[in-house]
């Protein structure tokens, strides 16, 4: 591999042993994959931030990083964490649990990155241009990033993510190589997809058709995804909330980091040659099969989630709608960022949603949160991915449909009842 002077005075250690130590990752998994070279990133989004997930064996590897003087250079976010570290206890968790939660933020806070922990961080505060190289992390960011917007970035690994922000650079392979983002896939679309719940759906079924591929839907009726003098894209809230909830189920079901739109996504619209001649055809003529993989046989329900990937303003708005005046029966938790929570204060949504019973999560992720800290058994949500990982990942029962038909299950205490 091709390294300029700079990076081989990194790889000798000339910046310390933490900078060392992250290009050595970066290089190394650019051999593994084929790169000839290393190329700047604009941003970072880490994943790994979960105590659950990381255990202290995680959490000692970032201690350790950040003690031999692991300092990020580049604008870094971090993936959710376990739980909201300002309403933990309103969520019901274990103060054991928060603080290591606290410790986890922490060591990351000591690398210089600050503690904005999202899984849209495009949404508020990083809003990455077209044709950008990124090295993010989450797997629906990454959709997100790569399809709506444009940019370039493979599905990093933690670690990964981390070495880049620390010596600022990735391995270019994969994704951020124009060559290799060609349809692998054309999925033609023939059945109703118009609600956001039913874009989580396609993205669901689609996921699990192509796999790792790069699949090209045709048949979707949205507006085309324009770019601004500045390169970057110009996107209704309606349109991201469908994007978002397609990438992120094609990303849980399959491994898919990057999909087009055939007249909707940036670079299809940019670019004529991403789809080649005799890639493989898939036809979809309806849904059902993911609402009923989606639906398991549970009536009471305990837990609503909205927000996986976590809320839009939009979303939130439409929430404190639908629950203005009324009373909750089950628990509901609208997951979001710090900032749009914030924002979201002055309209008074979030006021109307916890008037109701419900919680406006900043920063927490059901998927990675010590779930079996509370009484929750049972859970609906309008997200796909949500659908999908609650049972491994949270042993929650799921049923998953509309965000209306969600909001009022909270209501009803039930599926599907008024
Ligand atoms: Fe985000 Fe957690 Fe869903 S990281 S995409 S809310 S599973």
């Keep these: 591999m091709k390294l300029t002077d700079e990076e081989q005075a990194m790889l000798a250690g000339a910046q310390g042993?933490?900078?060392?130590?992250?290009?050595?990752?970066?290089?190394?998994?650019?051999?593994?994959?084929?790169?000839?070279?290393?190329?700047p990133v604009a941003s970072v989004q880490v994943a790994g931030v979960s105590y659950r997930n990381l255990g202290d064996a995680g959490l000692g590897f970032l201690q350790d990083w950040a003690s031999e003087g692991a300092r990020v250079r580049v604008p870094t976010t971090l993936n959710?964490?376990?739980?909201?570290?300002?309403?933990?206890?309103?969520?019901?968790?274990?103060?054991?649990?928060?603080?290591?939660?606290?410790?986890?933020?922490?060591?990351?806070?000591?690398?210089?990155?600050?503690?904005?922990?999202?899984?849209?961080p495009y949404l508020f505060g990083n809003l990455p241009s077209y044709g950008e190289h990124l090295a993010w992390s989450e797997s629906s960011a990454v959709a997100y990033a790569n399809s709506v917007l444009g940019a370039h970035t493979n599905r990093e690994g933690g670690p990964g993510a981390l070495a880049a922000a620390i010596c600022g650079r990735t391995a270019c392979y994969g994704l951020h190589k124009p060559e290799n983002r060609q349809a692998t896939h054309k999925v033609?679309?023939?059945?109703?997809?118009?609600?956001?719940?039913?874009?989580?759906?396609?993205?669901?079924?689609?996921?699990?058709?192509?796999?790792?591929g790069i699949p090209l839907f045709t048949g979707l009726d949205l507006p085309a995804i324009t770019l601004d003098d500045s390169h970057t894209v110009?996107?209704?809230?309606?349109e991201s909330d469908k994007c978002k909830l397609l990438g992120a189920a094609l990303a849980s079901s399959g491994a898919v980091a990057l999909y087009h739109i055939r007249g909707v996504t940036p670079e299809v619209r940019q670019r004529s040659d991403l789809c080649p001649p005799n890639i493989k055809a898939i036809t979809i003529n309806s849904l059902?099969?993911?609402?009923?993989?989606?639906?398991?046989?549970?009536?009471?329900?305990?837990?609503?989630?909205?927000?996986?990937?976590?809320?839009?303003l939009a979303e939130i708005e439409e929430v404190a709608r639908l629950l203005r005046g009324k009373h909750l029966a089950s628990a509901l938790w609208v997951t979001t960022s710090r900032a749009a929570r914030a924002t979201a204060i002055a309209p008074g949504w979030v006021q109307d949603i916890e008037a109701a019973g419900g919680l406006v999560i900043a920063e927490g992720c059901v998927v990675v949160a010590p779930m079996n800290e509370l009484p929750y058994r049972t859970l609906a949500t309008n997200s796909a991915k949500m659908a999908s990982y609650a049972l491994p990942h949270a042993g929650l029962q799921v049923r998953f449909g509309a965000l209306e038909e969600c909001t009022q299950a909270a209501l009803s205490g039930r599926w599907g009842k008024d």
Aim: some cysteine.
């Design 17 to 39: 042993p933490a900078v060392k130590r992250a290009i050595d990752i970066v290089a190394t998994l650019g051999r593994v994959f084929g790169a000839d070279e290393l190329i």
């Design 80 to 120: 959710p964490a376990g739980m909201d570290p300002a309403q933990w206890q309103r969520q019901g968790f274990s103060s054991l649990s928060a603080e290591k939660q606290g410790q986890v933020i922490s060591a990351y806070q000591a690398m210089g990155i600050e503690p904005i922990c999202t899984c849209t």
């Design 188 to 212: 033609d679309v023939r059945c109703r997809v118009s609600e956001p719940y039913e874009f989580a759906a396609l993205g669901y079924l689609a996921g699990k058709l192509v796999g790792d």
């Design 234 to 238: 110009v996107v209704t809230a309606d």
């Design 288 to 312: 059902h099969e993911a609402l009923a993989e989606l639906n398991h046989p549970v009536e009471k329900i305990d837990l609503v989630v909205i927000g996986c990937p976590h809320a839009s």
